[in-house]
C-alpha cells in the first residue's frame, strides 16, 4: 500500500480563482458573443489562458492553476515541453505538411509506433493516417472492417464515447448530443459495459461474474438472437467520457474470445486511453488481448499537435487507394513530436512514473472518499482517474459534482465531470507529473470536498 499523503489542507485561497479577473471577464464575453455556442469548457471553467508550463496554466490576469484537465488528455508530458519543442523547432524548418507522401520523420514515426505494439503484432499490423482528431480514425476503423467484411452492421456499448462525427457519434451512447439529429448511421446495436458500481443488468456485486459479457456473447451466438454477425466490435477499455470506467478483465477476455471464434474485428478505442496515459503504451496490453484494430491520437504527439492513426491486421487491408483520405494526415511536426516524446518516455521511464503516481493518487483518492459522504466510488488506471459522487440531501450527485469542480477551480484546481449526469470528477493530469504537484492537487481535493460538504450540510444554496 502506498503512503498516503502527508499535506495540509489547502487554506482558503486570497482570490476566488473560479471568477475570471477584468481581463479574463473580456476575453470570455467577447468569445461568448463570437464563438459557436457548441462551446463547451469555458462555460464551466471561466479561465482565459495567457501561458502554461508542465501542469500549470497562467490566465491573462496572471492568476496561476494547476491543470489536471490537460487539453482532455492530450498533453500527455503537459504544456511545452522543452524536448518536444526543440524537435518541432527543428522539423518546422525542414517540412511541414505533406499529405501522404513518405518523409524520413513519418517513417521513423511509423516504425516507432509499430515498435510499441506488443512483439507477437508488430509483423502482423499496418498503420493508416486519419485526418487530425481521433473521431477520423473512428471512422476509418469502421469502415475498413465493413469492406474487409462486407458486413454492416456494429456493436459498441452502452457508456462510450467515439467521437462526435457521423458514424462516430453512432457509436457514441450518450443521447443528448444525438437530440435533433436524424439519420444517423444505421446498423449500431449497444451492449452493457461492465460498470460495477451501477451494475446494468442491476445485479448484486456478488453475484456478478461479468453477466453483461454474456449477455452479449449469447445474443451474437444464438442463431435467433436477433442480431446478425456485425463488421466489428469497438470497445473502450477504460471508459473516459463514460466516466472513467476500467472494464473488468474477465469482461474483456470474454468479448475478446467471442470475437475471435466468431471472426469478427475487434477494434480496441485507445484515443483517450493510449500513448502511456494507463501506465502502458496501450491499455490492451493490460488485459492479455489481441485486438484486430487500434485506434489511437489525443497523447500521440505528446504536445497537442493534431494526429490520429489506426493499426490493422494485415488481412483487413483489403480498402482500395482513396478509402479514407484527408488534407491533414500528413503533419510533420506532430510526427517529429511524437518521436520526441517516446524518446522521453524511454530515457525517463515514463510508463512506471505513470503507473507509481497512479496508485499513488488512487489510494490518496479513496482515502478522500471513505471519509465523504459526497463520493460513492474511485476507479481508474495509471493516471486516468475519476471520482463518482453521489446525491446529498436535496442536492443531486449532478449538483455536487459542479460544485465540487468548481470549489477546486477557486482553490486554482482545473478539473473536468462527466459520466451518467456528470457526476464524475474526472483526473487527467500530465504523465509527467511531479509528487508535489499531486499532493498539491490532493490538497486542493481535500478542502473542495470539505467546503462542498459544509455547504450542504448548511443548506447553502448552490
Known amino acids: 500500500m502506498p503512503t498516503l499523503p502527508t499535506v495540509a489542507v489547502a487554506p482558503h485561497p486570497s482570490e476566488d480563482l473560479s471568477e475570471p479577473g477584468p481581463l479574463g471577464a473580456a476575453l470570455l464575453a467577447r468569445q461568448a458573443h463570437t464563438d459557436s455556442n457548441a462551446r463547451t469548457y469555458p462555460r464551466r471553467l471561466p479561465v482565459a489562458i495567457a501561458e502554461a508550463s508542465g501542469s500549470y496554466v497562467t490566465d491573462v490576469d496572471g492568476r496561476r492553476y494547476i491543470d489536471f484537465l490537460s487539453g482532455a488528455g492530450v498533453l500527455a508530458l503537459g504544456h511545452n515541453h522543452p524536448d518536444l519543442l526543440a524537435a518541432v523547432r527543428e522539423q518546422l524548418s525542414t517540412f511541414v505538411h505533406g499529405l501522404d507522401f513518405p518523409t524520413p520523420v513519418r517513417a521513423e514515426f511509423t516504425r516507432r509506433q509499430l515498435g510499441m505494439l506488443p512483439a507477437r503484432l508488430r509483423d502482423d499490423m499496418k498503420m493508416h493516417f486519419s485526418g487530425p482528431t481521433g473521431a477520423d480514425a473512428v471512422e476509418a476503423a469502421i469502415k475498413l472492417c465493413k469492406k474487409a467484411t462486407g458486413r454492416g452492421t456494429v456493436v459498441a456499448f452502452q457508456g462510450s464515447y467515439h467521437g462526435s462525427t457521423h458514424a462516430a457519434m453512432s457509436l457514441t451512447s450518450e443521447a443528448q448530443p444525438k437530440e435533433g439529429l436524424q439519420n444517423l448511421m444505421p446498423g449500431v ?30 445474443t451474437l451466438r444464438d442463431t435467433h438472437g436477433g442480431v446478425q454477425r456485425p463488421a466489428a466490435i469497438i470497445l473502450e477499455l ?14 474483456v477476455h470474454r468479448i475478446a474470445t467471442m470475437a475471435r471464434d466468431l471472426d469478427i474485428p475487434l477494434v480496441v478505442d485507445e484515443v483517450q486511453t493510449g500513448c502511456g496515459r494507463t501506465g ?13 484494430v487500434v485506434v489511437a491520437s489525443k497523447g500521440l ?40 516524446y517516446l524518446d522521453v518516455v524511454e530515457r525517463d521511464g515514463l510508463l512506471a512514473h505513470v503507473r507509481e503516481q497512479g496508485v499513488y493518487l488512487l489510494a490518496a483518492l479513496r482515502a478522500l472518499g471513505a ?5 460513492g466510488d474511485v476507479r481508474g488506471r495509471g493516471l486516468m482517474l475519476g471520482v463518482e459522487l453521489t446525491g446529498y440531501g436535496p442536492a ?18 482545473i478539473v473536468e465531470i462527466g459520466g451518467r449526469d456528470d457526476c464524475v470528477i474526472r483526473l487527467l493530469p500530465p504523465l509527467n507529473v511531479s509528487r508535489h504537484t499531486v499532493d498539491e492537487a490532493l490538497a486542493v481535493l481535500r478542502a473542495a470536498f470539505a467546503d462542498v460538504a459544509d455547504q450542504l450540510r448548511a443548506g447553502v444554496a448552490a
Open 238 to 251: 477504460v471508459q473516459g467520457e463514460g466516466g472513467s470506467i476500467p472494464a473488468p478483465v474477465e469482461f
Open 280 to 292: 502502458t503504451w496501450f491499455a490492451f496490453e493490460q488485459y492479455g488481448i489481441d485486438p484486430d
Open 301 to 340: 504527439s505528446g504536445l497537442g499537435l493534431p494526429v490520429s492513426m489506426i493499426m490493422y491486421r494485415r488481412r483487413l487491408d483489403t480498402w482500395a487507394p482513396g478509402s479514407h483520405i484527408g488534407t491533414f494526415r500528413g503533419n510533420n511536426l506532430a510526427f517529429a513530436s511524437a518521436n520526441a
Open 189 to 218: 446495436h449497444f451492449a452493457p459495459y461492465a460498470y460495477c458500481h451501477r451494475c446494468p443488468l442491476s445485479l448484486a456485486p456478488a453475484s456478478c461474474s461479468t453477466n453483461c459479457a454474456d449477455l452479449l456473447v449469447n
Open 371 to 375: 471519509g465523504s459522504p459526497l463520493v
Open 396 to 413: 443531486g450527485a449532478a449538483e455536487v459534482a459542479t460544485r465540487v469542480q468548481r470549489a477546486a477551480l477557486r482553490r486554482g484546481l
